[in-house]
Nanobody, 122 residues
Framework: QVQLVESGGGLVQAGGSLRLSCAAS????????MGWHRQAPGKQRELVAG???????NYTDSVKGRFTISRDNAKNTVYLQMNSLKPEDTAVYYC????????????????WGQGTQVTVSS
């Protein structure tokens, strides 16, 4: 089994910064894509940023230029640096990873963290 543990959420004023971390552990052969999603009250969960094992990234339009996703493959860890935070960034942020757990199979499994709250006050 694979576990994802997030950290770094909290309360920050508008214009401030936070850095989220997510470490994957357990029965991992390899991890392909990793990403951060968020869900605000009353809204659907949305992809915020994603990164492949090769380092290619993508962002939702509302965070481009403010958020940066990165990863340390040796540590199976993904980060989300969030700058110039806005009240509309307030949400529970979830880490996600697509991992192979068997060396003999190409099948990837989808894993999620428990979520970390980010609250931006105006």
């Amino acid at each position: 089994q694979v576990q994802l543990v997030e950290s770094g959420g909290g309360l920050v004023q508008a214009g401030g910064s936070l850095r989220l971390s997510c470490a994957a552990s357990g029965r991992i052969f390899s991890i392909n894509a990793m990403g951060w999603h968020r869900q605000a009250p009353g809204k659907q969960r949305e992809l915020v940023a994603g990164i492949t094992s090769g380092g290619s990234t993508n962002y939702t339009d509302s965070v481009k230029g403010r958020f940066t996703i990165s990863r340390d493959n040796a540590k199976n860890t993904v980060y989300l640096q969030m700058n110039s935070l806005k009240p509309e960034d307030t949400a529970v942020y979830y880490c996600n990873a697509n991992a192979k757990i068997y060396w003999w199979s190409s099948k990837e499994y989808d894993y999620w963290g428990q979520g970390t709250q980010v609250t931006v006050s105006s």
